[in-house]
Each structure stands twice: as C-alpha cells, then as structure tokens.
C-alpha cells in the first residue's frame, strides 16, 4: 500500500507525536467517562493547533502543516488508529469543508481572513444546504439572499444543521438568481455569523435522544458582501466541490473504527457465550468479511488517490457500503443483547455516529442501542442511499437519467 | 501489497483476452459445451502449448514459467468472463496443485506433463454426499503388489472424465492419502455427469481393484488438501469476479438500448439500483481476489481466512450479477438462446461447489478462532 511505503517517516513522526502527548494507559476516546471528552478535546485540540497537525494538508502560512494530502490521510487513519479526536467537532465542517473549499475557490482577502481564524478557533463553522422542502434535491432550495447596500439580506430556513449550537459562523447556501430560468446558476455559497438577531437556531431531538442538529431559521440576516465563496452565482460548484471533501478521509478512517466496533462486539459475543450459536457466529464472520472488503478496497483507493487519481463518484461506493453494513453490525450486537436491548444501561457512547470511540466497554448496553439507532441516519445523512445508487449508476456505469 | 497496475498482470490479461477474442466467443462457447470431451483440444494446446498459461505459477525447474497464483488468476478471471470451457481449473488448479504440494520429488514428471498442457489431470477427492473434505472420502486403498490397489467411488470429479491422470484421495488404513491413477489403469470406470453448467464438466469415478501409487507419504491428504481446497475457492472467485462483469456490462448494454413507455429502461431508478448494487459487490470482491491471490505467493498465512473470505462473498455477488443480469433482460433473458443463462448456471454451480457461501463463513469463524 503506497501510504504505508511512501510515509514511512512521516507516520513514524505521527506516532511519536502520540507517545508523547496522549495520557498513561490511554485506551482510546471511549475509555474516557462521556462527561469527560468535551474537556478532553478541547485540550487535545489546542495541542494540534501548536503542532500544526490540525490541518496537515495546509500551507503553513494559514496554519496548517504543509503536508500533501497522503500525509494528511496517514494522520488521520494514525488517529483513528489510537481512539483520539482529530479536532473539534464543528472542524469537520470548518476545515475539511469551507476551509478545503476556501483554499481551491476563495479569493485571497476571503483565505487570510478565515483560514487562520478557523484552526485558532475564531471562526466555529456549521453547514447550511438541507432545507425542510429540499434534502436530496438541493438544486431547489428557496432559501433567498439578496444586495441590500453593502450587504446581502438573508431569508428562510435551513435543516439538519449539526453542531449548530456550538457554531459561531454557518456556510449558507441561497438563491440570488432567478429560480425558473437558472436552478443551478441562480445559487451563491455565503459565509454567514450565527450571532446576529436575524438567525435563530432551534435543536431537533433524534431518533437516539440527542439533539446534534438544529433547524436554523433566516429572517432578514445580514452578512457583508465579499463573503460569497466561489462569486456569485457560483455556489453550485462550490458545493460541489465543498461535498467531495467530506469524503476522502473517511477511506482511511473507516476501516480502522469499523474494526475496533467489530472487536468490542466480538468480545461483547465472546462475554454472553453466543459464539456457541452458529447463527451469530456466521453472521459475525458475515460482519468480519464485509469490514475486511471496505479495509482492502480502501487501501487500493487510497493508493490511486496517492498516485494523483481522484476519487469521485467512487466515494458513492464508500458510502454505501458502510452505511448499510453499520446498521447489521450493531443489529447484531442489540440481538445478542437480546431483552437487555429494550432498555438503556451502562456508558452512553461517546460519539453516536460511525461507530461509538475505540476503548468503548463492549457490553454497554446503551452504546450498542444509541449507536444502533444512530445508524439510520447514516443511510440518510449526506446523501441518501438512493441518491448514492443514482450516483453509483449514472457516473460509473453510464445508464440515462 | 502493492496495488499499483501491474505490467506482468496487463500482459498476462491481453494475451489471454487476445485468444478468446478469436477462438473464444460465445458461438465458441456454445459449440465446445455440446462436444464430446466439453473441451476443445485445439483451444487448449493454444492456452497451454502456445500462451503457456498451464505453466502459470509453476517453478521452473518443474517445467513451469515463472509468474505466480496472481497471474493464474487473471487467466481463471478471463476465462470465467468468457465462460470458456478448459481444463484449467481442473488440471492446473486442483490435480498440478496437489502434486507440487505433496512435497513428493517422484512425481515431478507428472507435473511438468501438467504445467505443459500436454497432460490433463484431474482431483478425485469429494463422495456422494458432496463433501469436499480428506476424512470422508469412501475410497479405500490397500498394498497391492508393489503398489496399491483402490476401491470405492468419487463423485463431482471436476474433468474427470476427459483426464489423463487421476490424482486420487483415498483412506489407506484409517489415514488419507493420496494416490496417482495411470490413464489407462485397470478398474477405472468414468461415468460422466449431466452438469447444470454445461460449461464445466464433471464426471463420477468408480474405482474396483484399480492400481495406484502412493504420493508422498501416508497420511499426506489432510494438509495438501486443505491447501489445495484454498487455493480453489480463489481461483473460483477469480473466475465469478470474470463471469459477473461480464453479467453487468450485459445488463447495463441492454438497460441503455432497451426502451418502454418511451425511455430507455436504465433511467428507471428501479433499474438503476440494481446496477450499482452489483456494481458495488463486485468492486469489493475484485480488490479482495486480487489480495487473495497474491497472498498465496507473499503471504501465505493469510491465505485461509482470505480465500474463505473471496469464496463466500464471490459466489453470493457472482449469483446477484446474473440473477439481476436475467431479471433487467425480462424475457428474453431467460430462454436458452440468450447467453445470461450460462452465467447463471455457472454462478449457481460454482457457489455450490468446492463450498457453499454458509460452508465457508463457518470457516471463516474457525480460522478467526471464534468463541475459541
């Protein structure tokens, strides 16, 4: 695999890095008491921004590591490997996102004013695209943004906004052109503060109890023109583009926490003496296999990505393949639970989504649950599995639309 | 292992598809499973005499031509895409394979006949009940002279009737072993089956009183086999990763050209989904082949859990691809006369053979030491 023959160095530096900072007898982020992680990342994170492993593909003048993109997969797989954040959790959204997408489309005032400002922790950032009336058909979103002076006045409603109350900033994308005659050249992508009277954000409680996300409400919101990323009328391909980041580093990640959930329910198995059931233990195998495809196929696709291949409409593929395996997975933990699964005990997870941190206690019966009804959204979040079919066969295979 | 393209995989590949480009097609096809041996001679001196492809993976001093299991996989991967009926599988894969890991120096002769082509052998090794497992075969073997003598029967006997050689596994007082039956041994009956896949022939083997010799030592079956048994789920899966791109590029042709009420069948979501489902299968199972069949050269540890593993989801992804292949073709898929029911004849057998997809998960646990 060429992340491992051309980063050799580079991952011997990562993992020096983790010797040296993470706490004795550490055991991944799951070993700590859920109460403890916030306060646990916010330390951790600090600790990135000074040794510019928070966003190692930058160039150093706006913070970053001035890795490539290969070193930058190496860091967060060596992460995932050890159970430890990457960053906070809006970075998802302020550097992979608008950061990467500000660094390929921004205009230069736009990048020295934010890039710094994102991995310092001025600028918190959520991702405005889903609407009540538009998920999977963002091409018809309604939300309207238009000049008023010096400034752009915004009006309408966002959804599925996550991490929205611990935002400060959201990427916002509206329509400043005319519907009917330009669906796709009428958006504008805009940077927008949340701290304002125009903007009101109100969480929406989920399936699994949390309240990760908020419906974000514009009513004559105002931010300064000069902040449409990609100009105006560009906000398609800035979403476009700004979507493709969402994935890449997920190839490197994945597998790795897939893994650690597979070994924690393997001992969960191993606790309640259910190997001796041939139906769970071909369905583990089952679950073992499907983990082993996506690890394999991972590597090759990151070894093309490293040899300058992009990964496009493959990353459908990806997507597919570990949002309808997850639900298996933790379906069949919850069935070796058996009645225990009808109620909540034990640790709450530390993360809901893509599988709860390594180091979690494999029988928590309330990691297994929340996680589990978590999955559902995996099908749904970031484009449906429909959507990602769609994808899957009009890009790769050709059929008509 | 690396995955970059690989120039002695891509040559290997485009001689293989430049034969059946000319003697491959599917009138080829058709016309080679109706004949007699359900092989074509002249095809198969031109695979083997003149592409090499029997002395894939065979050391040289044996006869062989160097390059590994990784590029006999490719070779199995075309083949399978075309269907084309060979002894390949057979002869190279399962009756060279046992030889050469007998660990037995007597019968290099026999070997090198293998990887030249100009022999054909074939594996006797699963009993009625279709196990494929050393410990329950049912032909027994006694001292006979110099040699041994056989009796019993082996049934699924993969080319067994066109064979030139029979490598045999039978129980030689309590311990299996194995044994190499001379073409034109005494008390040999071959009795030909009627396979599902005309594509590949099976036959059953009766043997009463006939000679043998002894390879290896006694008691030499149990781990040649499983060896030999791991090294077959790859080279099927090999052969199903072929078969099913061939069944998706079919499907997606016909769903492009193919239009009622007034739209091309494939701009329906119904149609589309099942695409990328198998597409999505199949791009998986590709990547794991390819891993599984180097590993046989590189990394033979991880061979067991990895060609369980192939076996498994290669035979279920392999019988989706030609189920949907006939499904998206309607009507027409499913007569005699259209080629989807080939590939689904040989995805039924090949998932049934050699190990069911259940078979192997079970393996799977084991070699993962499950609730061990």
Redesign the interface.
């Known amino acids: 695999m060429t992340t491992q023959t051309r980063g050799d160095s580079f991952r011997d530096e990562v993992r020096e890095f983790l010797r040296e900072h993470l706490p004795a007898g550490w055991q991944g982020s799951g070993g700590l008491d859920p109460g403890a992680y916030p306060g646990f990342r916010e330390h951790w994170r600090a600790l990135l921004v000074e040794h510019r492993l928070i966003a190692p593909a930058w160039p150093r003048e706006y913070g970053g590591g001035g890795h490539t993109a290969v070193e930058s997969a190496i860091v967060a797989e060596e992460f995932a490997r050890v159970g430890v954040p990457r960053g906070g959790a809006n970075d998802p959204f302020g550097i992979q996102m608008i950061g990467n997408t500000l660094l390929a489309l921004g205009t230069e005032e736009q990048r020295r004013r934010f890039l710094p400002g994102i991995l310092d922790g001025t600028y918190v950032f959520c991702q405005g695209f889903s609407e009540p009336g538009h998920g999977s058909d963002l091409s018809n979103i309604t939300t309207r943004a238009r000049r008023e002076g010096g400034e752009w006045v915004i009006d309408g409603q966002k959804i599925w906004t996550s991490n929205a109350l611990t935002a400060n900033w959201i990427f916002v994308l509206c329509r400043t052109g005319d519907q009917d005659t330009s669906r796709y050249q009428g958006l504008t992508l805009l940077l927008v503060p949340l701290d304002q009277p125009g903007v009101e954000r109100r969480p929406i409680r989920m399936i699994n109890g949390g309240d990760e996300f908020c419906e974000t409400f514009f009513t004559g919101a105002r931010t300064g023109a000069g902040l449409e990323v990609g100009g105006v009328g560009g906000g398609w391909q800035a979403a476009t583009r700004l979507l493709t980041f969402e994935r890449g580093e997920t190839t490197a990640t994945l597998p790795v926490r897939f893994r650690a959930e597979l070994d924690r329910l393997r001992t969960l198995i191993e606790l309640r003496g259910a190997f001796a059931d041939p139906l769970v233990r071909r369905d583990f195998a089952w679950c073992w296999s499907r983990v082993e495809l996506m690890r394999l196929n991972g590597q090759r696709n990151l070894a093309r990505w490293a040899q300058g291949e992009s990964i496009g409409a493959e990353s459908s593929l990806e997507k597919l393949w570990w949002s309808e395996l997850h639900g298996k997975i933790t379906g069949l933990a919850c069935r070796v639970l058996g009645a225990e699964a009808t109620t909540y005990s034990g640790q709450d997870p530390v993360s809901y989504f893509l599988c709860d941190e390594p180091g979690a206690p494999a029988d928590s019966v309330s990691s297994w649950v929340k996680v589990h009804l978590s999955t559902l959204g995996e099908t749904i979040a970031a484009g449906t599995s429909e959507i990602q079919r769609n994808i899957v066969a009009e890009r790769l295979l050709g059929l008509p639309r | 292992?690396?995955?970059?393209t690989d120039q002695d995989h891509e040559s290997v590949r485009s001689s293989v598809r430049g034969f059946l480009t000319r003697s491959g097609t599917e009138a080829d096809v058709r016309r080679i499973m109706e004949s007699e041996p359900g092989h074509d001679p002249d095809g198969w001196a031109a695979l083997g005499k003149r592409l090499g492809v029997t002395a894939i993976g065979v050391p040289e001093e044996l006869g062989g031509a160097g390059f590994g299991f990784a590029e006999l996989a490719i070779v199995l991967e075309e083949l399978g895409t075309a269907l084309y009926p060979s002894p390949l599988f057979g002869s190279r894969v399962l009756a060279a394979e046992a030889l050469m890991r007998s660990g037995d120096e007597r019968v290099a002769d026999e070997v090198a006949a293998l990887a030249d082509g100009e022999t054909i052998g074939c594996l006797a090794l699963s009993e009625h009940s279709g196990a494929w497992r050393p410990d329950r075969v049912s032909v027994k073997a006694t001292p006979a002279g110099d040699g041994y003598s056989l009796e019993g029967r082996a049934s699924f006997v993969v080319d067994g009737a066109a064979a030139d050689l029979v490598v045999v596994v039978a129980d030689l007082a309590g311990e299996p072993s194995l044994f190499l039956v001379p073409p034109d041994a005494e008390g040999l009956e071959r009795e030909p089956l009627q396979t599902v896949d005309l594509t590949r022939r099976q036959a059953r083997l009766t043997f009463d009183g006939c000679p043998a010799r002894l390879v290896g030592t006694p008691g030499t079956a149990p781990r040649v086999v499983a060896s030999v048994l791991d090294l077959a789920a790859i080279a099927l899966a090999a052969e199903q990763v072929g078969g099913a791109q061939r069944c998706?590029d079919l499907a997606?042709d016909h769903?492009?050209t193919r239009v009622q009420f007034g739209?091309?069948i494939?701009?329906f979501?119904a149609?589309?989904?099942k695409?990328?489902?198998v597409?999505?299968e199949l791009?998986?199972?590709r990547?794991?082949v390819r891993?599984a069949a180097w590993s046989v050269d590189n990394a033979p540890d991880e061979v067991p859990v990895l060609a369980s593993?192939v076996k498994?989801?290669c035979s279920e992804m392999y019988e989706l691809a030609a189920r949907e292949c006939i499904q998206i073709h309607g009507g027409m898929g499913f007569t005699w006369e259209y080629a989807a029911q080939l590939y689904f004849k040989r995805a039924h057998s090949s998932a049934l053979m050699f190990g069911t997809p259940?078979h192997h998960?079970?393996a799977?646990?084991d070699r993962?030491k499950?609730?061990a």
């Not at chain 2, 292992?1 to 970059?4: E, I, R």
């Open positions: 292992m690396d995955f970059s998706l997606v769903a492009k739209r091309p494939g701009s979501q149609v589309k989904h695409c990328a489902d597409l999505l791009d998986a199972a990547t794991a891993t593993l498994a989801h259940d998960r079970e799977l646990a993962l499950l609730g």
